[in-house]
């Protein structure tokens, strides 16, 4: 019997996944909806030819967990897909550009192997931060080369509460796209040495902006090498609890906003909500509540573009109906939507709420 057989074989046909999966919204014939995704795993481990569909179907996902969060007979879909896509990998199978991605994050710490020495580039004068402390700021490989204003905005939130963070000069990405394509040996070794260069330093805390960086660090790094020796915090989690003390005293801001909700941290949704609400601002709930992903990670938008960007013109389309602004916590979704809204001509008024809050806290300076 393989992996995961026994669970596949739980399913109920309910076709709940289908209604909540991003990839089967955008296209016809429910041909990628979740079941079918893990209907693949026989053939695979079997070594047999897939069909395009059924090649296609293992990577337009970006398990987002939607699926997951809706079984009624918990299936760990996204886990299912995670085997597969690991087990074409290993039998030279998976899209050319999912290979390439992963080699780029192994040889050159990001994803689209960007200059290292350009990632700190968003560091400015005025910004605070220690040769030493332990407390560091990880910026990540999506705000520190597409959205610089969230890591300036984050390191003016901190030093406004008297933190002066140091930063990893040798940072690197996460990794979380090895993870999401069953690349896990490799992923394992990139987790130790991140995690020993981290320790190395002394630092008993890292502050994370972004969801993916936050969730691979505290989640999948014990798992990958073993139990860290820091704490792991994402941003929000800090300024909420700042907000709560007095330290941060935002002021109203006139806005009506829709939340762009960042799948890895899906769960902890009234974060942001409680620190929109202290600035005053009125929220108009994206899918009436319901959790969409953007339609960007774990190789969707490389090998799907046009099938990323349908998805991601999803959450568009529903804040200009209800909202002023799209507000966002995760830096994908703002380089993902941000990109596919410039490339179709398309008005966006898009900011991260650790953005919206300097702006709330400093005035326009906070940008």
């Known amino acids: 019997m393989y992996r995961f057989q026994e669970k596949i074989d739980s399913c109920i046909d309910c076709k709940k996944c289908w209604e909540v999966c991003p990839a089967n919204m955008v296209t016809e014939g429910n041909l990628f909806t979740p079941q079918r995704k893990i209907g693949s795993l026989a053939k695979i481990v079997a070594g047999e030819e897939l069909t395009q569909d059924e090649m296609d179907n293992i990577y ?64 400015t004068h005025d910004l605070e931060i220690a040769e030493e402390s332990e407390i560091a700021y990880m910026a990540g490989c999506w705000v520190a080369y597409s959205q610089p204003d969230i890591a300036r905005s984050t390191i003016r939130l901190l030093n ?6 140091m930063l990893l000069k040798e940072e690197k990405c996460c990794g979380l796209f090895l993870i999401d394509n069953g690349h896990l040996e490799e992923a394992a070794e990139h987790a130790k040495k991140f995690v020993d260069y981290i320790e190395s330093l002394g630092v008993k805390k890292v502050i994370a ?33 700042m907000i709560n003390d007095g330290t941060l005293k935002p002021e109203k801001l006139d806005y009506t906003v829709s939340v762009r909700d960042a799948c890895p941290v899906r769960k902890s949704k009234d974060v942001p909500r409680d620190i929109l609400s202290s600035m005053g601002v009125e929220i108009k709930e994206l899918f009436d509540g319901k959790q969409v992903c953007c339609g960007g990670p774990a190789g969707l938008k490389p090998n799907f573009p046009g099938i990323s960007s349908d998805i991601a013109m999803l959450s568009v389309n529903d804040y200009k109906e209800n909202a002023d602004m799209l507000v966002s916590y995760c830096p994908f979704c703002m380089h993902h939507i941000g990109g596919v809204c410039n ?8 900011k991260d709420i650790s953005v919206l809050l300097a702006e709330s806290v400093f005035g326009s300076m906070g940008e």
């Open 209 to 241: 902006s972004c969801p993916g960086c936050y969730l691979v660090l505290s989640r999948e790094y014990p798992d990958l090498y073993r139990e860290l020796n820091f704490e792991v915090e994402h941003s929000l989690n800090i300024f909420k609890a």
């Open 160 to 165: 406004h509460a008297g933190i002066k963070p």
């Open 343 to 350: 490339s179709k001509d398309e008005d966006l008024d898009m």
């Open 60 to 123: 337009l996902s970006t398990r987002c967990g939607a699926c997951d969060d809706v079984c009624p007979v918990d299936i760990p879909i996204t886990d299912i897909i995670q085997y597969e896509r690991e087990l074409l990998a290993q039998q030279g199978r998976e899209p050319a550009k999912t290979t390439a991605i992963s080699k780029n994050i192994l040889e050159h710490n990001s994803p689209g192997a960007m200059d290292p020495s350009k990632r700190f580039d968003w560091v």
